[in-house]
């Protein structure tokens, strides 16, 4: 990225989204982060944090720039149960942070990222499983799914202007997940189904996230890219 730029980083205080915000930092932007907690931001070059609840609200409009280079919503949520026991109000609830959050979030900045200098970047995120069916994942990935419509639907609508891509990862090492990850046995089973024999590191899709920000990003759009190990699209038969 050539130049210091501003950025809005939705739950960017932890796992993925503190690793986008991490690199963007070290590269000498601005980054206005928007989350629940501040986490470990605290003493981070050119980063400032709004708190606020995704599920309620969107930042407020005083806290966002009048122009603004791009924007990532990162966060999520991994609600694996069998769908008998899912509730109505278990997809409502999937669907307020997964979906309608991002809505809120891209309502707030639209006006700040129509008056980029050049062409700004949505990054928003999806899940391998919208793409690869797998049991216990109904409500995560409906939720998903609604977010990769908006994502080409979004991504046509604002061009040539505003590019808007989504990432859909497989499992990765964060906090969100940590409870997938308890012990060496669960950490090494689920490396194993992955073609690549290892989960995703943070850095892993954060690198991702930051090239579809930059120049070196601008001639993609409305694209649903899969860092996952290879899991969306290999099987490896031995």
Known sequence: MKGSH???????????????????????????????????????????????????????????????????????????????????????????????????????CLTALKKADGRAGIVLFSTVAVQTGMPFHTSIASAKGAVEGLTRSLAAELAPKIRVNAIAPSLTDTPLAASLLTGEDKRKAAANRHPLQRIGHPRDIAATACHLLSSDGAWITGQILHVDGGMGALRTFK
């Open 6 to 108: 501003t950025y809005v980083v939705i739950g960017g205080s932890a796992g993925i989204g503190m690793e986008i915000t991490r690199r963007l930092s070290a590269e000498g932007h601005e980054v206005i982060v928007g989350s629940r907690t501040a986490g470990e931001l605290e003493g981070m070059t050119g980063v400032t944090h709004i708190p606020v609840d995704v599920t309620e609200s969107a930042l407020p409009a005083d806290s966002i720039p009048k122009k603004l280079d791009g924007m990532v919503y990162c966060p999520g949520s991994i609600n694996l149960r069998p769908f008998r026991g899912l509730k109505p109000e278990a997809f409502l609830a999937d669907y307020q942070v997964n979906f309608l959050g991002a809505v809120r979030s891209i309502h707030a």
